[in-house]
């Protein structure tokens, strides 16, 4: 524990460190606003409409008072016009964001229900395409209210039972889409804390052996303690800078769109802390055997290579897997810490596989963690050049001192 609490005071300590943890905050808590103002901007648009064409006035009067009574986030004003060359004049010099007309000429003289030439609807560039949907959808629903009371029957009649009802048979409420941006979240984590605070450790074991400081703590505590010091220390802090980032998460969440999935979020998070403190019990353990088989800062580069590129896999992976290739990795650690949460997000997983995956990682944990201590006692007392992991593992010399 004494060691556990030194790692943890200097991790605290460290400005790379809090920097570090400073700038993804922000980064984190600025996406979150960005996205909370984009779900409550309101877009302005002012509608151009040329006098005496009343059936363009009335659909534009009749998507102001839709888009009013709606969270589609668009205000519409109409701009009453002369004639067509006022219109396009209005259009040039952006006074008007687009131009409706009921009829293919856009004349002065078009009164009522539009003929079957058809509405058109200009912009001096390429008009909005939320401002075009919701035109869209009231002329379309004018046109068919006038045809309806040419024909003596209402729109009503004509349109019933022709709604149609969406389902999701697996009972999930969540969006694909929200399921993909979470399985990235998951893996930004996972990969930002088991890098960041492995190289943490590595950096902090080849500091003690270059120094030869190791030499002198070897005779008060047993490396056996010494590395499990530094992993509990470790993990501590990784623990707590995930928690930290997704309870940020959590909370900028509710003041999004996104805030009725905010349960199933919550649960995945859960799942994911716990895997995550498992799985990086074992990321640790391998960071400080790398640090052991460097004999100097520079060696490092090499010797935690292998480990960069196993979790950069994990990474690329895991967020982006899907079908029978995400079902596997939610069993293969380390990718397991990723994978079968986002499938619990996704409603994929019965109630009894994160469990069996969760047992399957404190395996694979424990087996790293004991071929990582006896690596780590054979090889932190050699000096002279680069440890491989054969010569580490079969050093009998590491073994006697850690005994």
Partial sequence: MLVATREIVVRALNKGFLIGLAVTVAMIGGLIG????????????DVAVVTGDDAALTAVES????????????????????????????????????????GTAGTAGAT??????GWSLSGWREPDGGLADLLGTTVRDQV??????????????????????????????????VVFFAGFVLA?????????????????????KQSRLVEIIATAVPLRQLLAGKIIGSSVIALAQNLLLAGIGLVGLSFTDLSA?????TATMIWFVVFFTV?????????????????????????????????????????????????VLSYVPPASIVSMPVRVLNGDALWWEPIVSLL?????????????ERAYRGALMQTGGRVTWKSALASDKGTTLGA
């Fill in 34 to 45: 960005f996205s909370a103002y984009m779900d409550s901007r309101t877009d302005s648009f």
């Fill in 63 to 102: 998507a102001r008072e839709e888009a009013a009574t709606s969270d589609e986030g668009i205000e519409l004003t109409v701009l009453r016009v002369d004639d067509a060359a006022a219109a396009k004049a209005a259009l040039e010099d952006e006074t008007a964001d687009a131009w409706l007309s009921s």
């Fill in 112 to 117: 009522g229900a539009a003929d079957d030439a």
């Fill in 144 to 177: 068919m209210a006038d045809r309806a009371d040419g024909a003596g029957t209402t729109i009503e009649a004509l349109t019933a039972g022709s709604e149609i009802e969406t389902e999701r048979l697996d009972g999930n409420p969540v969006d694909p889409q």
């Fill in 188 to 208: 930004f984590l996972f990969f930002t804390g088991a890098v960041g605070s492995g190289a943490m450790i590595a950096g902090s074991v080849i500091e003690e």
């Fill in 261 to 265: 999935v905010l349960p199933a979020m």
């Fill in 279 to 327: 799985g990086f019990v074992a990321v640790a353990a391998l960071y400080a055997v790398a640090g052991s088989l460097a004999s100097r800062t520079e060696d490092l580069q090499y010797t935690t290579t292998p480990l960069m590129m196993l979790l950069m896999g994990v990474y690329i992976v895991t967020f982006s897997a899907d079908g029978v290739l995400e079902r």
């Fill in 360 to 372: 399957v990682l404190v395996v694979a944990t424990l087996g790293a963690v004991l071929l990582s």
